[in-house]
Antibody, heavy 118, light 106 residues
Framework: QVQLQESGPGLVKASETLSLTCSVS????????WNWIRQPPGKGLEWIGY???????SYNPSVKSRVTISVDTSKNQFSLKLSSVTAADSAVYLC????????????WGQGALVTVSS | DIQLTQSPSFLSASVGDRVTITCRAS??????LAWYQQKPGKAPKLLIY???TLQSGVPSRFSGSGSGAEFTLTISSLQPEDFATYYC?????????FGQGTKVEI
């Protein structure tokens, strides 16, 4: 059974960089798309972007200038970096997997709450 | 970006009720739509993809229909464990987008 687990600091200062890692167990990180999604408290879901095992990535234009998603196949992990954060970036950050271009997100991590402080 | 609008945003229902949630897309997305269920403090759970294909392990009381720009999620007989928030997601184009959610309450 594939499992995803987010990890990283729960508190980030405004204007700094948010960094999170998603560890994948129970399966290889190869041959899939690996996503980051965020959900502000009490609000809906926003897709941030994905990376595939080759390192190729795609980002939401809403955050494209500030985001980098990378993959480390040797550790079966992928990571999110979001720079110049503001209070609007405070959210639960979730990682998820999908298998091809039109596929849904079939496995999700439990989510990690990140709060941006001033 | 493709906008998804769900209706209603809130739904009050009882155990045993038939419940229908609608998701409308701002442009045609063929059948590339998924539905998720989310409970408080938990990750979304995939229910349906391809507009009408039930994910393995999901009870048959859940069904989906539609194509193009209008889709529905139906729960044929609401169970206590179905009280949650439901989201649609379009899989036709990037960026992937979600509906604003429908909260199903007792």
């Amino acid at each position: 059974q594939v499992q995803l687990q987010e990890s990283g600091p729960g508190l980030v200062k405004a204007s700094e960089t948010l960094s999170l890692t998603c560890s994948v167990s129970g399966g290889s990180i190869s041959s899939y798309y690996w996503n980051w999604i965020r959900q502000p408290p009490g609000k809906g879901l926003e897709w941030i972007g994905y990376v595939i095992y080759s390192g190729s990535a795609s980002y939401n234009p809403s955050v494209k200038s500030r985001v980098t998603i990378s993959v480390d196949t040797s550790k079966n992990q992928f990571s999110l970096k979001l720079s110049s954060v503001t209070a609007a970036d405070s959210a639960v950050y979730l990682c998820a997997r999908h298998s091809d271009y039109y596929a849904p997100f079939d496995y999700w991590g439990q989510g990690a709450l990140v709060t941006v402080s001033s | 970006d493709i906008q998804l609008t769900q209706s209603p945003s809130f739904l009050s229902a009882s155990v045993g009720d038939r419940v229908t949630i609608t998701c409308r897309a701002s442009q045609g997305i063929r059948s590339y739509l998924a539905w998720y269920q989310q409970k408080p403090g938990k990750a979304p759970k995939l229910l349906i993809y391809g507009a009408s294909t039930l994910q393995s392990g999901v009870p048959s009381r859940f069904s989906g229909s539609g194509s193009g720009a209008e889709f529905t999620l139906t729960i044929s007989s609401l169970q206590p464990e179905d009280f949650a928030t439901y989201y649609c997601q379009q899989l036709n184009d990037y960026p992937r987008t979600f509906g604003q959610g429908t909260k199903v309450e007792i």
